[in-house]
Nanobody, 120 residues
Framework: QVHVVESGGGLVQPGGSLRLSCATSGFRFSTYAMRWYRQAPGKERELVAGIGTISQITNYADSVKGRFTISRDNAKNTVYLQMNSLKPEDTAVYYC?????????????WGQGTQVTVSS
């Protein structure tokens, strides 16, 4: 059975930091690219950051470059999102996604999300 569980969200003041974790089980984690998405109220879900498998190449949305860092620990089947210099516009539910291209389709697993609120 597949599990994708985010944690680490909460309320933080502008300029503060949070570290999100996404613990997974039930699939071969090291073979999946991992991504963090977020969705703010009334807005579409957007890609925040992604990290590849073996090469661990990373990519970021322009709005978070230089402030957020994605990393993965294949031994722990976990992906992280370090968020620094947080802004009110970072407020959203953050979702973890695992994706693997299976030849003609993408196999996706999603977590339930964790709320991040940036407010004074």
């Amino acid at each position: 059975q597949v599990h994708v569980v985010e944690s680490g969200g909460g309320l933080v003041q502008p300029g503060g930091s949070l570290r999100l974790s996404c613990a997974t089980s039930g699939f071969r984690f090291s073979t999946y690219a991992m991504r963090w998405y977020r969705q703010a109220p009334g807005k579409e879900r957007e890609l925040v950051a992604g990290i590849g498998t073996i090469s661990q190449i990373t990519n970021y949305a322009d709005s978070v470059k230089g402030r957020f860092t994605i990393s993965r620990d294949n031994a722990k089947n976990t992906v992280y999102l370090q968020m620094n210099s947080l802004k009110p516009e970072d407020t959203a539910v953050y979702y973890c996604n695992a994706r693997r291209f299976m030849g003609w389709y993408n196999n996706d697993y999603w977590g339930q999300g964790t709320q991040v609120t940036v407010s004074s």
